[in-house]
């Protein structure tokens, strides 16, 4: 693997949003572009990128509350799949929510994505029997 794991940077946003897209991370209800704003003003050393040399070939949003971490947009591009990318990254986040204090990070896999469900179950994720709800305070779109 010739890749680095470093901050995402404001100058990566383009093609970190090119890639959600390409993997289909992005719904049309939610602009990548102020999920990016929002998290770098919150815990930028949290949102980070793989990156060979200028180009970003993955990507993991991971925040914390103060109770539990959390992951999003973890992603690697399709023609670097299987080079170990998605499982640095998401080490890479959870040592430093541990470096924070968290005791457990979370993520959200709609129910109907069996593939990536089975790609946390290999990284010893466990399925939860919580229900999530939500409601939006400031829409996107």
């Given at each position: 693997?010739?890749?680095?794991?470093?901050?995402?940077?404001?100058?990566?946003?383009?093609?970190?949003?090119?890639?959600?897209?390409?993997?289909?991370?992005?719904?049309?209800?939610?602009?990548?572009?102020?999920?990016?704003?929002?998290?770098?003003?919150?815990?930028?050393?949290?949102?980070?990128?793989?990156?060979?040399?200028?180009e970003v070939v993955g990507?993991?949003?991971?925040g914390y509350d103060g109770?539990?971490?959390?992951?999003?947009?973890?992603?690697?591009?399709?023609?670097?799949?299987?080079?170990?990318?998605?499982?640095?990254?998401?080490?890479?986040?959870?040592?430093?929510?541990?470096?924070?204090?968290?005791?457990?990070?979370?993520?959200?896999?709609?129910?109907?994505?069996?593939?990536?469900?089975?790609?946390?179950?290999?990284?010893?994720?466990?399925?939860?029997?919580?229900?999530?709800?939500?409601?939006?305070?400031?829409?996107?779109?």
């Open positions: 693997m010739t890749i680095t794991i470093r901050p995402l940077h404001a100058a990566d946003d383009d093609q970190a949003v090119a890639l959600w897209n390409t993997v289909g991370l992005v719904k049309p209800w939610n602009d990548p572009h102020r999920d990016l704003s929002r998290a770098r003003a919150v815990w930028p050393d949290l949102l980070l990128a793989a990156a060979d040399g200028d990507t993991v949003m991971a109770h539990r971490g959390w992951l999003y947009y973890l992603a690697s591009a399709p023609h670097r799949r299987g080079e170990g990318i998605g499982r640095a990254l998401v080490a890479e986040a959870e040592r430093r929510l541990e470096a924070l204090g968290c005791p457990k990070v979370m993520l959200m896999v709609r129910a109907d994505n069996e593939p990536v469900l089975e790609y946390y179950d290999a990284l010893d994720y466990q399925r939860e029997t919580t229900r999530l709800t939500g409601r939006r305070l400031i829409p996107d779109v």
